[in-house]
């Protein structure tokens, strides 16, 4: 039911009139000296009682008189006439239910749920309507149909919200391609949104509504939020067993509209929790708690930081997991050993791989003659510093080591001859050496390298090392040159062969041919190297909502099983792929190898900040769309339509009300 | 006659303060309706002698001292009282209740003043009773002109007392009369009426003649209120909270009935019953005493 002049609602507090004659009138009645009472104390109880109860009855008659005439005024109207008359003109809609996030903030989802209701109740028989939910991507729940009975169903059925981020552009171009099918030129979309500033990231200024469709925006978002929110946690993703303490920074942010100070962090490692902090975030929008651990035995270990203190949980936890890998083996074959340091070819390396006890690398130096098979097979990665005089025995045992895995680090010297290098290694070599073809007057220095390599992406820096000496190398069409020397010739090639890696330096890795072992850069050089050569398959471990997850990247599982934060089977896509949805860990089985996978939220949804509705609105209505397109507007234009010529009732009822009003006020006088 | 009944009008007679000229007032104002009154001249004993005068009645004039002196003298007869009457007054607190100028306890003396002046007029005996529930004061009845005065002086300085109770006033009457008397109650009945009735029904039957003034205010007859009120009992004080305007109807069945239970009850008891409006004159009053002593005597 809808009123034509709901203002006049107000006049039913005019109903208090006669209640209120009633009381004042009843207090006190006047005292009157009598001769004797007998005959009054005869008049029958009944009639006594009735008097009271007719007193009861016309009060509650004047007062409902004054209600009804309220409501006449009030003009009221069934809401399915006035919809039935705006039916004329049919509309289509497409409904759009935020279920970002935020949106499970309290009971936000549950008004928005009612709102969309409330628009489908208004919706008229020859209405069609689409239902939109979206978060960062949106999902049709029902195309433009004109069962309305069909979408309420569906919207009372809409799963709670997941963990997605808000985004209001793509979803707004979805509704605006749905309506473009639309039958009726009346087209209307219904944003049902808490409006969280976040969702106009990727705002398209120059996008706007097709002309005609009218957008009605309805905030349904707390207007205060309390919220304390971990917007970021560093952690190592992986360690070498026997490494030092290791840090983990929160930082913890106050992002609801309602300013929160404290609050207490958590640190649990495996289950167990391990630290308890608390945070006084003062007058500071953040804070970063640091906390402590070690991570001592090789495994992967399952981290939780926890905030507590505010009124929305959601955001509260973030996963990580840490890796903890065993030492590398590294085996050195000298080419060119001495007793003298300054004539051993491994002294320099040596003294960058295995120079401290805190080293992560188990290096082990042999002579060529001395390598083996069976001392490959117990290595991570080989070492060739200026071996010539290898084998072909020796030289095919690196290349099955090799092309089982194992990874090769080649730095050759004066001691090579190219054409035996070329032969013995031919397979799995990324460069074949060549004689240099004239006289060398200058040195050369590294003039440029990959920077995005994972080797040299640390190692960003001046390369100031000076090389005198050096291999010119024709690389290979399927390797990778990582550096180059300013005269454009490879300094570092890299080649994958069979499941193993091999890097070719240009040079030496001692002070024979150049200076780079007296260098800064040398030591990370190594390590970085000898780390990358070891970790090829190196498992992306910390995923966020909504990120797709690869069990299986290079595809050779056999089989692959995996669970949920919750404990429930994920389903799988080609066998290996899904996408991430609920906070928490993931559980796979590889192989019969459980690997756990941290997923978390997106840290831009827990602020809670809002965008006002009218400036998203004035940023994507089309200028050329008329506003009395909207079904309220019509409604409004039509209510306004039927009641303008009928005011002469307003009068009449005037009259009406005050005669009563008199009656009650005489009455009260005459019969009291 | 208007003129006369001007002067019984009680709102006029409660204007003059002296009770003797109100009593004067209303016997000779009523008398004066009443000069062809059959009922007029009842002397009995000689007293003295006159010289005749023109108009006098043949039949008083004393023959044998006429055929003595040859001289017409007529016969002067002192008054001899043939009638004892008693005046009981109610002056409860009901009597002091009026709605307009004049209270019923005043219209009772106004009443009870008139009669005794003019009973004392005809040479009968006269004598008071005021109460209320007990006896207030008695004045015996006598016929001498210095009584009416005592019984003035008493009338005078009556004031309103407690709550009704004529049954027992009437008893110790009844006790003390030894001679055949009138019994004249002037109250508003707002007692046991049936045992007061049946008290004056005792007297009745003793031989005593009894009229009883019912004297009731005209708000009482007619209850004329409109506005809630918290009515107060002016005998108990007892109070009780009504809408006249929806009990009017049941008030007045219930008040009629009793009026009527009044009447019949001394009607048969053989009791003379007027029933006064206070806003009225007292000649009604005075013409029922007159046609009872007319009937008795």
Redesign the interface.
């Known amino acids: 039911m809808v009123f034509l002049t709901p203002i006049f609602l107000l006049g039913l507090l005019a109903a208090l009139i006669p209640i209120a004659i009633h009381l004042i009138r009843r207090e006190k009645?006047?005292?009157?000296?009598?001769?004797?009472?007998?005959?009054?104390?005869?008049?029958?109880k009944k009639?006594?009682l009735f008097?009271q109860l007719?007193q009861i009855a016309l009060l509650l008659l004047r007062a409902a008189v004054i209600v009804l005439l309220v409501i006449a005024f009030a003009r009221p109207l069934f809401n399915q006439s006035v919809a039935r008359l705006v039916d004329a003109d049919p509309q289509s809609a497409v409904i759009l239910l935020d279920v970002s996030m935020s949106m499970r903030y309290g009971d936000t989802f549950e008004r928005a749920r009612e709102e969309a209701l409330d628009i489908i109740g208004r919706m008229g028989g020859g209405d069609e309507v689409a239902l939109v939910t979206f978060s960062d991507s949106a999902q049709l729940v029902r195309e433009l149909d004109t069962d309305i009975a069909s979408v309420r169903a569906l919207i009372n059925e809409v799963d709670a919200p997941g963990y997605g981020s808000t985004r209001f552009y793509p979803n707004l171009r979805l509704a605006d391609q749905l309506l473009e099918t639309a039958q009726f030129d009346n087209r209307a979309v219904y944003l049902i949104s808490d409006f969280q500033d976040t969702g106009m990231q990727d705002a398209d200024e120059s996008w706007k509504l097709a002309p005609g469709i009218a957008l009605t925006t309805i905030d349904v978002g707390e207007v205060e939020s309390v919220n304390l929110a971990l917007t970021d946690v560093r952690s190592p993703e992986q360690l070498l067993e026997d490494a030092a303490e290791q840090q983990i920074l929160a930082r913890v942010r106050s992002t609801g509209t309602v300013y929160r100070d404290a609050g207490e962090v958590s640190l649990s490692i495996n289950g167990q929790m391990v630290d308890r902090v608390q945070v006084d975030l003062g007058e500071r929008s953040e804070e970063v708690v640091t906390f402590s651990s070690l991570f001592e035995a090789e495994g992967t270990y399952t981290g939780e930081v926890r905030v507590s203190g505010d009124g929305y949980s959601d955001d509260n936890a973030f996963y990580f997991t840490v890796d903890v890998l065993p030492k590398i083996r590294v085996l050195v074959v000298n080419g060119e050993a001495s007793e003298n340091w300054f004539d051993d070819e491994g002294h320099w390396f040596g003294l960058a791989v295995g120079g401290t006890d805190a080293s992560p690398f188990d290096l082990q130096s042999v002579e060529s003659s001395q390598l083996s098979a069976a001392a490959l097979r117990q290595s991570d990665v080989a070492v060739l510093l200026n071996v010539g005089d290898l084998t072909n025995g020796q030289a095919d045992a690196i290349t099955t080591y090799v092309e089982q895995g194992g990874s090769l680090l080649i730095a050759p010297g004066d001691r090579v001859e190219p054409e035996v290098f070329n032969r013995q290694f031919a397979e799995i070599t990324p460069a074949s050496l060549q004689r240099p073809t004239g006289r060398i007057d200058d040195y050369l220095v590294i003039a440029d390298y990959d920077r995005r390599h994972p080797v040299l992406r640390p190692l960003v820096g001046d390369w100031t090392a000076r090389f005198e000496g050096h291999w010119p190398m024709q690389a290979r069409d399927d390797a990778a040159v990582l550096m180059q020397f300013d005269n454009t010739e490879p300094a570092l090639v890299e080649r994958d062969y069979g499941q193993g890696k091999v890097m070719l330096f240009a040079s030496t890795l001692d002070l024979e041919w150049n200076n780079l072992a007296l260098q800064g850069l040398y030591l990370p050089f190594v390590h970085e190297t000898l780390r990358h050569l070891v970790q090829t398959d190196v498992r992306q471990r910390a995923y966020a909502v909504g990120d797709t997850i690869n069990l299986d990247t290079q595809g050779s599982a056999a089989s692959v099983s995996a669970r949920n934060p919750s404990g429930s089977d994920i389903r799988l896509v080609d066998n290996a792929v899904f996408t991430a949805t609920t906070p928490g860990f993931v559980t796979a089985t590889i192989d019969g190898n459980e690997a756990r996978y941290a997923v978390n939220f997106l840290p831009e949804e827990s602020n809670l900040a809002r965008v006002a509705p009218a400036t998203l609105y004035d940023a994507v209505i089309n200028p050329d769309t008329s506003p009395i397109q909207s079904r309220e507007v019509q409604t409004a234009q039509m209510i306004e339509e039927l009641e303008r010529p009928q005011r002469m009732w307003w009068y009449i009822l005037v009259a009406v009300m005050l005669l009563i009003l008199a009656e009650a006020v005489i009455a009260n006088r005459?019969?009291? | 006659m208007s003129e006369s009944l001007n002067f019984l009008d009680p709102s006029v007679l409660s204007g003059l303060s002296n009770l003797e000229l109100r009593a004067r007032t209303v016997v000779e104002g009523f008398l004066s309706g009443l000069h062809k009154s059959p009922n007029r001249g009842f002397s009995v004993e000689f007293n003295d002698y006159r010289h005749y005068q023109r108009g006098d009645d043949m039949r008083h004039v004393d023959w044998k001292l006429y055929a003595r002196s040859d001289k017409f003298y007529i016969k002067q007869y002192e008054d001899e009282t043939n009638v004892r009457v008693v005046i009981l007054l109610d002056v409860s607190a009901?009597?002091d209740?009026t709605s307009g100028s004049v209270s019923?306890l005043n219209y009772g003396i106004t009443l009870a003043s008139a009669l005794a002046y003019f009973i004392m007029r005809q040479r009968d005996a006269v004598g008071l009773i005021t109460f209320d529930d007990e006896v207030q004061e008695y004045i015996p009845a006598k016929c001498r002109q210095p009584h009416l005065m005592r019984i003035l002086r008493t009338l005078a300085h009556v004031e309103s007392g407690n709550k009704t109770n004529a049954v027992k006033p009437l008893s110790d009457l009844a006790a003390s009369l030894h001679k055949k008397s009138m019994v004249i109650l002037i109250s508003?009945l707002?007692d046991d009426e049936e045992r007061v009735i049946n008290t004056l029904q005792n007297l009745r039957g003793m031989g005593n003649d009894v009229i009883a003034f019912h004297l009731m205010?005209e708000a009482?007859l007619k209850f004329p209120?409109?506005?809630?009120?918290?009515?107060?009992?002016?005998?108990n004080q007892?109070?009780?909270?009504?809408?006249p305007?929806?009990?009017r109807e049941?008030?007045l069945e219930?008040?009629n009935e009793?009026l009527s239970f009044c009447k019949k009850k001394c009607q048969r008891s053989g009791v003379d019953y007027c029933l006064l409006n206070t806003s009225e004159p007292l000649d009604e009053a005075l013409s029922a005493y007159m046609t009872k002593r007319a009937r008795s005597f």
């Open positions: 009645p006047p005292k009157v000296m009598f001769s004797t009472i007998r005959f009054l104390k005869k008049t029958s009639l006594v008097q007719q005459t019969y009291r | 009901s009597m209740y019923k508003d707002l205010d009482e209120f409109n506005e809630a009120s918290e009515f107060v009992d002016m005998e007892e109070t009780y909270i009504t809408s305007a929806a009990i049941a008030y219930n008040l009793y």
